[in-house]
């Protein structure tokens, strides 16, 4: 799943009652972590939090240097507790999700994408990764509503035509999967996954030159795996 965290950089603001020392160990902090030292960064985070345990965005990242070390549960704790301080930290929600993915907890990451997009509702990555989930749990057309608002919020959205056209695929719209591979196509002409896809998808449909002239196109733009299917389509 294509997927982005978000982070926490550094805070603009000077914490009341505590001049600078939380300030200080909060930009050590994010000075670690820049450096994948995420257990130094842990270990400054947990300096801030014992000096201001109300400040949302140092469990925040916090959390995020947990999931760098494959800490997925402690992230969890750590991002529940910054949207306990902080009802509407939407990020929370969004990189919470992304955790509990990894845990295979797929439900529950939907439930925080759901309010992730009730937060932010032109937030095209939320929408593509429920889809993904979605398609994971094989709502095929639940998916393609979520890559359509992707994709309405952002054109471009090269991911999103790609796990469509999938998605149509697996519903028999060949036709409609396609369209959606040429889209992807048209924005990154050097794909080779996609022409593996696309090709596949024509062979199906009945287009057996082009399918098999899109998976030597898959093979020159290195993707290896099309040879199998060269060899078992195209003779």
Not at 92 to 98: D, S
Not at 193 to 221: M, T
Request: glycine share 8%.
């Amino acid at each position: 799943m294509k997927s982005i965290f978000y982070f926490i950089i550094a805070s603009l603001f000077v914490l009341p009652g505590y001049g600078q020392t939380v300030e200080e160990y909060f930009s050590k902090g994010n000075d670690k972590f820049s450096l994948q030292d995420y257990n130094g960064a842990i270990s400054d985070y947990d300096e801030a939090i014992e000096l201001n345990p109300k400040y949302a965005g140092l469990y925040f990242n916090r959390g995020l240097a947990k999931d760098n070390l494959n800490d997925f549960r402690g992230a969890i704790s750590d991002y529940t507790k910054a949207i306990e301080l902080n009802s509407d930290y939407i990020d929370a929600y969004f990189n919470r999700g992304l955790v509990k993915v990894k845990l295979k907890d797929f439900m529950g990451a939907i439930a925080d994408y759901n309010r992730a997009i009730k937060l932010d509702p032109v937030q095209s990555l939320a929408y593509y990764n429920r889809g993904v989930l979605k398609s994971n749990l094989q709502d095929f057309r639940g998916a393609i509503a979520d890559f359509d608002k992707a994709i309405e919020i952002s054109p471009n959205y090269e991911s999103a035509y790609i796990n469509r056209g999938s998605m149509k695929g697996n519903l028999k719209d060949f036709k409609g999967a396609i369209d959606d591979f040429d889209l992807a196509i048209a924005l990154n002409p050097e794909n080779g996954l996609v022409y593996y896809n696309r090709g596949l998808i024509k062979i199906y449909f009945g287009q057996k030159d082009s399918g098999c002239l899109d998976l030597s196109k898959a093979v020159e733009l290195g993707y290896s795996k099309a040879y199998d299917s060269i060899k078992e389509y195209c003779h």
